[in-house]
């Protein structure tokens, strides 16, 4: 038994243990250096992030801004073309009217042309 024990303490013996008694090794450049250009890209990474969420909120402003311009342009400009529909609409009613009265103008002088024609007719055929 006392056989079996030493084979046992043997191998545990034979096992490599870390240096410095538990501790981690020291870590390479290699790893500081991944280390440090990682921390770098996430912060970078972190002012991307915040700088396109600000873009977004300014795109977002900008999107209102001018929706309520072009909202504001657009309800001037249909004030302004109805306003001259109306103003249209009022120039056609008294062009409709002028003309309304010019027709029976004309109807009343080609009227009295033909009378003038046929008393000037009787005229000529009594003076023949």
């Given at each position: 038994?006392?056989?079996?024990?030493?084979?046992?303490?043997?191998?545990?013996?034979?096992?490599?243990?870390?240096?410095?008694?538990?501790?981690?090794?020291?870590?390479?450049?290699?790893?500081?250096?991944?280390?440090?250009?990682?921390?770098?890209?996430a912060s970078k990474l972190d002012d991307l992030y915040a700088i396109v969420a600000k873009i977004q909120a300014d795109m977002a402003e900008m999107e209102n801004r001018l929706r309520a311009e072009?909202?504001?342009?657009?309800?001037?400009?249909?004030?302004?073309?109805?306003?001259?529909?109306?103003?249209?609409?009022?120039?056609?009613?008294?062009?409709?009217?002028?003309?309304?009265?010019?027709?029976?103008?004309?109807?009343?002088?080609?009227?009295?042309?033909?009378?003038?024609?046929?008393?000037?007719?009787?005229?000529?055929?009594?003076?023949?």
């Open positions: 038994m006392a056989e079996e024990e030493e084979e046992v303490e043997g191998g545990e013996e034979g096992e490599e243990k870390p240096a410095g008694g538990g501790e981690p090794p020291p870590p390479s450049e290699i790893n500081v250096n991944l280390t440090s250009n990682a921390k770098f890209v072009f909202d504001e342009k657009i309800r001037v400009h249909h004030e302004l073309a109805m306003t001259r529909i109306i103003a249209l609409e009022n120039l056609c009613a008294i062009y409709g009217l002028r003309l309304d009265d010019q027709k029976r103008t004309q109807d009343q002088q080609a009227m009295q042309l033909d009378d003038l024609q046929n008393q000037v007719g009787i005229l000529f055929f009594r003076f023949h």
